[in-house]
């Protein structure tokens, strides 16, 4: 038998979309400031800001392709946050202001392996290969005169 409370909170709980989207936060203590959103719902984000925000605080929401909606932090860990907004989030109009290309997060991207430099970097007035004879984890780095 499920607990009619569990019932409620699965209920709220809208399921995350793993985004990366720039957005703005506007606060009474902070005025307006970047946020870096790395999860959505349609009742609100999750994300890093500059400021350390408070459980309970109501701001104003800034996300593209969206009017400003106000919201209520529902948590805080160090900067990163999460705000259930009053208005719905509509993924489709964050997408599409950003030109319908709005990668997500875990999708992945293309990557290249880049093998190491062949030539050693010189650098005037050191010489290499100096490891000192006493302490082999440290170097004794010498002027050229």
Known sequence: MSNPADDSASEKRQPRQSRLVKAA??????????????????????????????????????????PPMTGTVRWVCDQRFGIETDSEIR??????????????????IEFRIIPPPKTVAKRPGLQLGAASPTNPYTSDWRSRR
Do not use: Y
């Open 25 to 66: 936060l506007e606060s009474e203590r902070f005025g307006r400031f970047d946020v870096t959103v790395r999860n959505v719902s349609q009742t609100g984000i999750g994300g890093q800001a500059p400021h350390p925000l408070q459980n309970g605080e109501r701001l104003t929401v800034h996300l593209p392709g969206h």
């Open 91 to 108: 993924i489709e109009q964050l997408r599409a202001a950003h030109g319908g290309s709005m990668p997500s997060a875990d999708q992945s």
